[in-house]
């Protein structure tokens, strides 16, 4: 299964300098005390693959996600990195079908795939942000389509957030239902279905 190896943050919430966190495959536990940065690990993750708008990442606007802890006050830039292994990926049968141009073919030597987003302020005071894979330049929606292709479906329910068992808890049946359909896939047909009809 393709699984994320690591994430580097830089300048990122709380990481004030640039850090790596390996991810092992299975299962990796991060423990800390309160405040310590452990659900920023998690915003970065969503940051980076276009998942989650600046208030699901708990800002204001996506220019609060830039360290406030770094030396260089005028340090205006933050980026992170989600690395993915995807050497299951790349010796199944269909990575052979999906891989159509030489640079694909060069990553069938390679194991790692790597997104990275990464956010600037001017002097203005306004912003910008892009993604890249592999260092290239790349849009969301491309990203996302990519994504789909190592059957990572970014509307699904992949990350459970600090607060989310209590609101599941304590919603009512419809609402629940709209996480069931989701994770049993029967929501991505109905998006499917909706997006004909409006076309
Ligand atoms: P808990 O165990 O309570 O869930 P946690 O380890 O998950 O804590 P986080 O929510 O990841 O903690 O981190 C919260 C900290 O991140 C706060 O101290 C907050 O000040 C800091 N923080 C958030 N945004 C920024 C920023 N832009 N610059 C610096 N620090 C920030
Ligand atoms: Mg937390």
């Given amino acids: 299964m393709v699984h ?22 299975g299962f990796t536990v991060v423990s800390g005390p309160n405040g310590s940065g452990k659900s920023n690990i998690l915003d970065a993750l969503l940051f980076c693959l276009g998942l989650a708008t600046s208030k699901g990442l708990r ?3 996506l220019p609060d996600l830039i360290s406030h802890n770094t030396n260089n006050r005028n340090n205006r830039e933050a980026y992170v990195s989600v690395t993915f292994d995807i050497s299951d990926y790349l010796s199944s049968e269909e990575s052979l079908k999906t891989i159509e141009t030489e640079e694909e073919n060069n990553l069938i030597n390679k194991t790692e ?5 990464r956010l600037r302020v001017t002097k203005g005071g306004s912003y910008s942000s892009n993604y890249y ?3 290239r330049p790349c849009t969301v929606n491309e990203l996302h389509e990519e994504l789909n292709r190592f059957r990572i479906y ?22 629940r239902r709209v996480i069931i359909d989701e994770l ?7 998006r499917k279905i909706n997006k004909t009809k409006e076309t």
Avoid at 113 to 117: G, L, S
Avoid at 184 to 190: M, W
């Fill in 133 to 135: 894979i592999n260092e």
């Fill in 59 to 61: 800002a204001e606007r």
């Fill in 154 to 175: 970014p509307e699904g329910y992949n990350v459970v957030l600090q607060g989310d068992v209590t609101s599941i808890i304590s919603m009512n049946s419809k609402e």
């Fill in 4 to 25: 994320i190896k690591r994430i580097e943050l830089s300048h990122f919430k709380s990481f004030g300098g640039t850090t790596s966190i390996p991810f092992l495959p």
């Fill in 184 to 190: 049993a896939g029967v929501a991505e047909f109905d």
């Fill in 113 to 117: 795939w790597k997104v990275t987003r």
